[in-house]
């Protein structure tokens, strides 16, 4: 980068007119400080050289960024002479535009503040200017420390501190607030960081599109190389670019307690310079010993059906349900089992794609897949040659991981017909679904009833875990709680002061509430919104729940209850709270349910003829067969879960 010193114009005078992003050199794209971009064009700001700290300011046609919003403050600076001036885009934007192109100091910049920035004072300019500066500083120092050791091709693709520690910072918190995927949701200038938390999905931050791609860099560039100490190595194929498809995997100790696994998955779009990261988080200080299933919080009649594994030495156990629904962690803990009630005298090996989370004592063989790049490319370790190999291997039991087509099918089958335990999950709504999915998996009808060969299938959702602290209790069905509460209206809600992003402040503050008091109040009480914010809020909530028909809602909890064969007065049916200091945002984790299936002669010879309608209808009366839905009523009467999320995963609750 030296090199381009001299012969880089010094003056905005004699910059190239650059008109997209992609369009930037390489060095600039990576190396330099970007304020803000549209469609149609954008300034960034680059150093130049390193010792010397030299801008040189890249822009568009003044006409473009008139078009941008008008409220938005381009900021103008005379380092030299330490001054600096507010100016409004819309009228004088052009002038400025014109002075700096007149002018041969090269110490003349323009600084464009995007969305991040809400300048008020001039003291406040100065104290952004000094905090950039002194950042700008110690990134060169950075900079030049790293320089020292590593080619200009790594300089480039490397992540600055300053955004390893955002990318950590985000996802200790995420961690901390029991975040099940970490998003970044980049658009043409501003991102959104948004988490899933017990499967809410809420934004969380805005920064710029810069800082977004930064923190990509980051993750895939720095955290998969395992630099820092004690960090170890993961899986990345080439460089960083936000917008192509990537995947790849990371593990990160983030100070002394958060050891996590992510597998990251880079979505670019393919039309825009918008794009997507997503993290699914895995928590690596979680124990690898067997779980109960009643500590699980799956219900009575699941888990009496579950004692079936526990005598289980052959044939197929499958879990099945949707994307999210934990059928992989439910799997594990199904080994995990096997492994600890046979006091670790079976030989279990596991064909993941790729292998998801460490499991003691179990043998995992990580498979090349024809998609994706984040497992080995080698064809050795195909799924067809890790399973032949693992028919020699004295195995006693195989888990499959997710049967997707007609290897995995075929393979699991083999392990099955062989007299092993098998193991797998399938991507259906329902268990019964599991026979008619194998059969388009190019499996004959009379193998997959043939006795024996599955003997269980379970499945599930996983549904938000309502907090005990401050759940509400039901009072009668003419007095349920409205659909959408306080917490939805303000989770996009942008004040009318400005438009930061106040969800860390919401957070708090429904862990500082008290009981029976409005989340709105409480905001209001700490100064974050003020009375117009309130009263937006609450004319909002009113819109939201417009047309939910309360009164029928209401109708079908009470049948619900009618339902449950239980006393009503050892009911305790709940809503989702207000939020409290033991929870967020009223829950406190995710409760499964779930239906199980164990076939039987008669079940299987209707399957056999084709006959599914009949099958489930024999399950459900011959076999003791309790949906899914009916499961959750259970959940729904003990007051773990809130009747309205069970209605938005599952089927509508029983009419009245
Ligand atoms: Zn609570």
Same mark, same amino acid.
């Given at each position: 980068?030296?090199?381009?010193?001299?012969?880089?114009?010094?003056?905005?005078?004699?910059?190239?007119?650059?008109?997209?992003?992609?369009?930037?050199?390489?060095?600039?794209?990576?190396?330099?400080?970007?304020?803000?971009?549209?469609?149609?064009?954008?300034?960034?700001?680059? #150093?130049? $050289?390193?010792?010397?700290?030299?801008?040189?300011?890249?822009?568009?046609?003044?006409?473009?960024?008139?078009?941008?919003?008008?409220?938005?403050?381009?900021?103008?600076?005379?380092?030299?002479?330490?001054?600096?001036?507010?100016?409004?885009?819309?009228?004088?934007?052009?002038?400025?535009?014109?002075?700096?192109?007149? $002018?041969?100091?090269?110490?003349?910049?323009? /600084?464009?503040?995007?969305?991040?920035?809400?300048?008020?004072?001039?003291?406040?300019?100065?104290?952004?200017?000094?905090?950039?500066?002194?950042?700008?500083?110690?990134?060169?120092?950075?900079?030049?420390?790293?320089?020292?050791?590593?080619?200009?091709?790594?300089?480039?693709?490397?992540?600055?501190?300053?955004?390893?520690?955002?990318?950590?910072?985000?996802?200790?918190?995420?961690?901390?607030?029991?975040?099940?995927?970490?998003?970044?949701?980049?658009?043409?200038?501003?991102?959104?960081?948004?988490?899933?938390?017990?499967?809410?999905?809420?934004?969380?931050?805005?920064?710029?599109?810069?800082?977004?791609?930064?923190?990509?860099?980051?993750?895939?560039?720095?955290?998969?190389?395992?630099?820092?100490?004690?960090?170890?190595?993961?899986?990345?194929?080439?460089?960083?670019?936000?917008?192509?498809?990537?995947?790849?995997?990371?593990?990160?100790?983030?100070?002394? /307690?958060?050891?996590?696994?992510?597998?990251?998955?880079?979505?670019?779009?393919?039309?825009?310079?918008?794009?997507?990261?997503?993290?699914?988080?895995?928590?690596?200080?979680?124990?690898?010993?067997?779980?109960?299933?009643?500590?699980?919080?799956?219900?009575?009649?699941?888990?009496?059906?579950?004692?079936?594994?526990?005598?289980?030495?052959?044939?197929?156990?499958?879990?099945?349900?949707?994307?999210?629904?934990?059928?992989?962690?439910?799997?594990?803990?199904?080994?995990?089992?096997?492994?600890?009630?046979?006091?670790?005298?079976?030989?279990?090996?596991?064909?993941?794609?790729?292998?998801?989370?460490?499991?003691?004592?179990?043998?995992?063989?990580?498979?090349?897949?024809?998609?994706?790049?984040?497992?080995?490319?080698?064809?050795?370790?195909?799924?067809? /040659?890790?399973?032949?190999?693992?028919?020699?291997?004295?195995?006693?039991?195989?888990?499959?991981?997710?049967?997707?087509?007609?290897?995995?099918?075929?393979?699991?089958?083999?392990?099955?017909?062989?007299?092993?335990?098998?193991?797998?999950?399938?991507?259906?709504?329902?268990?019964?679904?599991?026979?008619?999915?194998?059969e388009s998996f190019g499996l004959s009808r009379e193998n997959i009833?043939?006795?024996?060969?599955?003997?269980?299938?379970?499945?599930?959702?996983?549904?938000?875990?309502?907090?005990?602290?401050?759940?509400?209790?039901?009072?009668?069905?003419?007095? #349920?709680?409205?659909?959408?509460?306080?917490?939805?209206?303000?989770?996009?809600?942008?004040?009318?002061?400005?438009?930061?992003?106040?969800?860390?402040?919401?957070?708090?503050?429904?862990?500082?509430?008290?009981?029976?008091?409005?989340?709105?109040?409480?905001?209001?009480?700490?100064?974050?919104?003020?009375?117009?914010?309130?009263?937006?809020?609450?004319?909002?909530?009113?819109?939201?729940?417009?047309?939910?028909?309360?009164?029928?809602?209401?109708?079908?909890?009470?049948?619900?209850?009618?339902?449950?064969?239980?006393?009503?007065?050892?009911?305790?049916?709940?809503?989702?709270?207000?939020?409290?200091?033991?929870?967020?945002?009223?829950?406190?984790?995710?409760?499964?349910?779930?239906?199980?299936?164990?076939?039987?002669?008669?079940?299987?010879?209707?399957?056999?003829?084709?006959?599914?309608?009949?099958?489930?209808?024999?399950?459900?009366?011959?076999?003791?067969?309790?949906?899914?839905?009916?499961?959750?009523?259970?959940?729904?009467?003990?007051?773990?879960?809130?009747?309205?999320?069970?209605e938005a995963e599952l089927p509508e609750l029983l009419g009245s």
């Open positions: 980068m030296e090199s381009r010193n001299n012969g880089t114009p010094r003056s905005t005078r004699n910059s190239k007119l650059i008109t997209r992003r992609s369009e930037l050199p390489m060095d600039i794209r990576f190396a330099g400080e970007f304020y803000g971009e549209s469609d149609e064009g954008f300034i960034a700001e680059h #150093v130049l $050289t390193k010792k010397e700290r030299e801008f040189m300011f890249i822009f568009s046609d003044a006409s473009v960024l008139e078009a941008n919003n008008p409220e938005l403050h381009i900021l103008v600076f005379l380092e030299e002479q330490n001054q600096t001036v507010p100016l409004p885009a819309k009228n004088k934007l052009r002038s400025i535009i014109k002075y700096l192109r007149q $002018t041969d100091d090269s110490n003349v910049g323009i /600084n464009y503040s995007g969305n991040i920035l809400s300048y008020s004072s001039e003291s406040s300019i100065k104290e952004e200017l000094k905090k950039r500066l002194s950042e700008r500083e110690k990134s060169i120092s950075d900079d030049l420390a790293a320089s020292k050791d590593t080619s200009r091709e790594a300089e480039n693709h490397k992540a600055g501190k300053r955004y390893i520690t955002m990318a950590e910072d985000y996802l200790k918190e995420a961690m901390e607030l029991g975040a099940s995927d970490f998003h970044i949701e980049a658009e043409e200038s501003k991102a959104y960081v948004r988490l899933r938390i017990h499967k809410q999905l809420i934004d969380i931050d805005e920064i710029t599109h810069h800082d977004a791609s930064q923190i990509g860099l980051a993750f895939y560039s720095e955290f998969t190389r395992g630099r820092g100490e004690g960090q170890v190595k993961g899986i990345a194929e080439g460089t960083y670019n936000e917008s192509s498809l990537l995947d790849a995997e990371f593990s990160r100790k983030i100070g002394g /307690n958060i050891s996590l696994k992510a597998r990251m998955v880079n979505i670019g779009l393919n039309h825009s310079s918008a794009f997507n990261i997503v993290l699914r988080l895995i928590d690596k200080t979680k124990t690898s010993e067997a779980i109960p299933f009643e500590k699980l919080n799956f219900s009575r009649n699941v888990c009496r059906k579950l004692r079936i594994l526990e005598t289980a030495s052959k044939g197929a156990i499958l879990v099945v349900g949707v994307t999210g629904s934990g059928k992989s962690t439910t799997l594990q803990n199904m080994v995990q089992h096997e492994r600890d009630r046979t006091g670790n005298t079976r030989k279990i090996y596991t064909i993941e794609q790729p292998v998801e989370s460490k499991i003691d004592r179990v043998i995992q063989i990580n498979a090349a897949g024809d998609e994706g790049k984040d497992v080995p490319a080698d064809k050795n370790f195909s799924f067809d /040659n890790i399973n032949r190999s693992l028919m020699r291997g004295d195995p006693d039991s195989i888990m499959y991981g997710e049967i997707r087509d007609a290897i995995t099918a075929k393979a699991m089958q083999k392990g099955a017909d062989s007299g092993h335990l098998v193991y797998g999950t399938m991507h259906v709504k329902s268990a019964i679904e599991a026979y008619p999915r194998l009833a043939r006795n024996g060969f599955i003997v269980l299938v379970m499945c599930l959702h996983l549904l938000p875990r309502l907090c005990p602290h401050c759940s509400i209790p039901y009072r009668g069905k003419h007095s #349920v709680p409205e659909r959408y509460s306080e917490f939805d209206a303000i989770a996009n809600y942008r004040k009318k002061s400005d438009s930061r992003n106040i969800m860390r402040e919401v957070i708090a503050a429904q862990k500082s509430i008290q009981p029976g008091m409005s989340l709105l109040r409480e905001l209001q009480r700490k100064g974050v919104i003020d009375s117009r914010d309130v009263y937006d809020l609450q004319q909002k909530i009113k819109i939201m729940n417009e047309g939910s028909e309360s009164a029928a809602f209401g109708d079908r909890v009470e049948s619900v209850i009618r339902s449950s064969m239980m006393p009503r007065e050892d009911t305790n049916v709940r809503f989702k709270g207000p939020g409290c200091k033991e929870c967020f945002n009223g829950t406190v984790g995710v409760a499964p349910v779930a239906e199980v299936l164990i076939p039987d002669d008669s079940f299987l010879s209707f399957v056999r003829e084709g006959r599914l309608d009949r099958a489930e209808l024999y399950w459900k009366s011959n076999l003791e067969g309790i949906t899914i839905t009916q499961d959750s009523y259970e959940k729904i009467v003990s007051g773990m879960i809130d009747p309205r999320d069970a």
